[in-house]
């Protein structure tokens, strides 16, 4: 067993670019070493924050040898993340995890909050193969959308949504609540997701009413990344967040127990949402 290949070829990298996307949200830009060839949309690094801990963290944005990722502040590994500054060092293993299919002629990608992370090098996958794509970024507040550069496309093939909880921005209430609106003007032939998981639960929900294929990406507690230690296993199968995802097709997520209805944390205790 090639154990350094299973593990990620762990490596130390250099922040060379630190962009403030909002109040609580920063992304990361560095290059990876050259033995790591290419990375698919909506894989993960596990990310080694030195004195603190190591984190599963997507991919937002890849274009050899740079790669980027979005951390929202919300724990003292992402929080120690948010204040590094170019120059700073950190670990990086990886790539893990199952990727987005690019199946789609027409697609629909929900971005709910930091989610919008590794659906942003799908976007540019999808626009590249002449997909149409519509994307909706949803946050509470206009304040916590994730933007990239999105706004600035002029693609004639990407339309950009927004829908905020307080009609701050955009569609005014829930992304489900703006996905009823917006199915109704487009044949879609595939959603793709990833935020909050009542919010890709009620998702898969209008997808499966309306005949849509559906994959989103499901986030859980992982300590290794690699299959090794099993925390982010989903009952009643076992599938594993980290090897069989994070991303799931929508037949996948309606054998699982566990979507949208449980988690576990850090000593393996079930939580409910």
């Given at each position: 067993m090639?154990?350094?290949?299973?593990?990620?070829?762990?490596s130390s990298?250099?922040?060379?670019?630190v962009?403030?996307e909002?109040?609580s949200?920063t992304?990361?830009?560095?290059?990876?070493?050259?033995?790591i060839?290419h990375?698919e949309?909506g894989?993960f690094?596990?990310?080694?924050v030195?004195?603190?801990?190591?984190?599963?963290?997507?991919?937002?944005?890849?274009k050899a040898?740079?790669?980027?990722?979005?951390?929202k502040?919300?724990?003292?590994?992402t929080?120690?993340?948010?204040?590094?500054k170019?120059g700073?060092?950190?670990g990086?293993?990886g790539p893990?995890?199952?990727?987005?299919s690019?199946?789609?002629?027409n697609?629909l990608?929900?971005?709910?909050?930091?989610?919008?992370?590794?659906?942003?090098?799908?976007?540019?996958?999808l626009l590249?193969k002449s997909?149409?794509?519509?994307l909706?970024i949803?946050?509470?507040t206009k304040?916590?959308l994730?933007?990239?550069?999105f706004?600035?496309?002029?693609?004639?093939g990407?339309?950009?949504?927004?829908?905020t909880?307080?009609?701050?921005?955009?569609y005014k209430g829930?992304a489900?609540?703006a996905?009823?609106?917006?199915i109704?003007?487009?044949a879609?032939?595939?959603?793709y997701?990833?935020?909050?998981e009542?919010m890709?639960?009620?998702l898969?929900?209008?997808?499966?009413?309306?005949?849509?294929?559906?994959e989103?990406?499901?986030?859980?507690?992982?300590?290794?990344?690699?299959?090794?230690c099993?925390?982010?296993?989903?009952?009643?199968?076992g599938?594993?967040?980290?090897?069989?995802g994070?991303?799931?097709?929508?037949n996948q997520l309606?054998?699982?127990e566990?979507?949208?209805?449980?988690?576990?944390?850090?000593?393996?205790?079930?939580m409910q949402?």
């Open positions: 090639d154990v350094e290949k299973l593990m990620g070829s762990p990298v250099q922040i060379t670019e962009t403030k909002n109040s949200t992304s990361l830009r560095f290059e990876l070493p050259t033995a060839k990375i949309a894989q690094v596990m990310v080694w030195p004195g603190i801990d190591e984190i599963p963290m997507s991919v937002s944005y890849w040898p740079e790669v980027e990722i979005t951390v502040s919300i724990g003292e590994a929080e120690n993340l948010c204040k590094l170019k700073d060092w950190i990086i293993r893990f995890g199952k990727s987005f690019s199946d789609s002629n697609a990608l929900v971005g709910g909050g930091i989610g919008i992370a590794p659906l942003r090098p799908l976007v540019y996958n590249e997909t149409k794509v519509t909706l949803a946050a509470k304040e916590e994730v933007m990239y550069d706004k600035e496309s002029s693609n004639l990407f339309s950009l949504r927004l829908a909880d307080d009609g701050s921005a955009g829930f489900t609540e996905v009823h609106d917006i109704n003007e487009n879609f032939d595939r959603m997701t990833c935020g909050p009542l890709m639960k009620g898969h929900t209008i997808a499966k009413e309306n005949g849509i294929a559906f989103a990406s499901l986030e859980r507690y992982m300590k290794c990344g690699c299959g090794l099993g925390t982010c296993g989903m009952d009643p199968n599938e594993l967040v980290c090897i069989d994070p991303v799931f097709s929508g309606a054998k699982m566990d979507f949208g209805q449980s988690y576990r944390d850090s000593t393996g205790k079930r949402y």
